[in-house]
C-alpha cells in the first residue's frame, strides 16, 4: 500500500520538499503532513512527526521485502487494495453526490404517508429499544476495527464507531437515551422471530452479512409497549426514516450517475 500511497499521491509532491527515503522510496513533506493528519494528530509535533516517518518506513521495509521475496503475492495485494480503495471511493463520490443533492424537507404529507403504510408497526405490544444499529458496506466492514468498536465497552468505542459510521455507513442510529422501535430498527435485516426475541431479551450484541452488506446491532436496553403510539409521538422517528429512504433512493442515482459521468470522462483508450 506503501506505494500505491505515493503513486495516488505524487501528483502534488512536484513542489513539496524532500524528508527521507527507503531504498529507492521517497517520502515527501506533503505525504508526511497527511500520514500525521490521519495517525497521528493527537501527539505532540515532533512527536507525531517522528511517529509518522516511523510508520511510513516500515511500510517501505515491507514493501521492498516482499517485492523481493514474494513478488506475485505483493502484485496480488495491490490488486485487492486497488479494489477496496476503488469501493471507497465510490463511497465517498456517492456521499458528496447525495449531500449536494439531498431535499432534507420532510412534508407533513410524507410523514402521514409513512405513517400510515407502517401502522402496524406503532399499534400492539411492540418491543422499543435503546440500541447501536451500523449498517456497512462488506468491503468497508472487513477493512476496519469496527467488529470491537460496535461492543461499545468504553467511551472510545462509542467516539470510535460514531466517527465510522459517519464517514462510511448507508444506515446508523445510536440512542442510548431515547427508545427506538426494535422492528423499525431492524427491518433491513432478515432475522428470525425467534433471533429477535433472544437479541433483545438477552440484551445481546450481533453481526449479520446479507447481499454485501454487514449489519452491527446492540442492544443496550429494551421494554415492551403495548399501546398504539399517536403519530405526533413518533414524527421525530418517522422523519428519519424519510430522510434515510431519500438518501437510500439518492444513492443508487449517484452510483449510476458518478460511473456513468467517469465512463463518458475517462474512456478506454487501447493500443
Not at 7 to 33: A, P
Request: one cysteine or more; glycine letters at 2%; proline letters at 2%.
Amino acid at each position: 500500500m506503501g506505494s500505491l500511497f505515493l503513486f495516488l499521491t505524487s501528483c502534488m509532491n512536484f513542489n513539496s520538499k524532500k524528508v527521507c527515503k527507503v531504498g529507492s522510496e521517497v517520502l515527501y513533506e506533503h505525504d508526511l503532513e497527511a500520514i500525521i493528519n490521519i495517525y497521528f494528530s493527537d501527539f505532540e509535533d515532533e512527536e507525531a512527526r517522528d511517529l509518522a516517518i516511523e510508520q511510513w518506513a516500515n511500510q517501505m521495509r515491507i514493501n521492498l521485502t516482499i517485492a523481493n521475496t514474494l513478488p506475485e503475492i505483493q502484485l496480488t495485494n495491490i490488486i485487492q487494495s486497488q479494489s477496496e480503495l476503488s469501493q471507497l471511493n465510490l463511497f465517498a463520490l456517492e456521499n458528496d453526490f447525495i449531500e449536494n443533492n439531498l431535499d432534507t424537507t420532510i412534508t407533513e404529507d410524507e410523514i402521514q404517508s409513512y405513517y400510515e403504510k407502517h401502522r402496524q408497526n406503532y399499534q400492539n405490544q411492540a418491543y422499543i429499544v435503546k440500541a447501536l444499529y451500523v449498517k456497512l458496506p462488506d468491503t468497508v466492514a472487513s477493512a476496519s476495527k469496527i467488529d470491537d468498536y460496535y461492543l461499545l465497552n468504553n467511551d472510545k468505542d462509542r467516539e470510535e464507531i460514531k466517527k465510522y459510521a459517519n464517514l462510511y455507513a448507508t444506515n446508523f442510529y445510536f440512542e442510548e437515551k431515547r427508545w427506538i422501535y426494535f422492528d423499525d430498527l431492524v427491518r433491513e435485516i432478515p432475522m428470525s422471530p425467534n433471533k429477535k426475541n433472544e437479541l433483545i431479551i438477552n440484551r445481546g450484541k450481533a453481526k449479520f452479512s446479507n447481499n454485501g452488506e454487514t449489519y452491527y446491532l446492540n442492544i443496550l436496553d429494551y421494554k415492551t409497549k403495548s399501546v398504539s403510539s399517536p403519530l405526533e409521538a413518533e414524527k421525530d422517528v418517522i422523519r428519519r426514516h424519510v430522510l434515510t429512504q431519500k438518501i437510500n433512493k439518492l444513492r443508487n442515482t449517484a452510483k449510476e450517475t458518478i460511473l456513468k459521468n467517469a465512463q463518458e470522462n475517462y474512456p478506454i483508450s487501447y493500443y
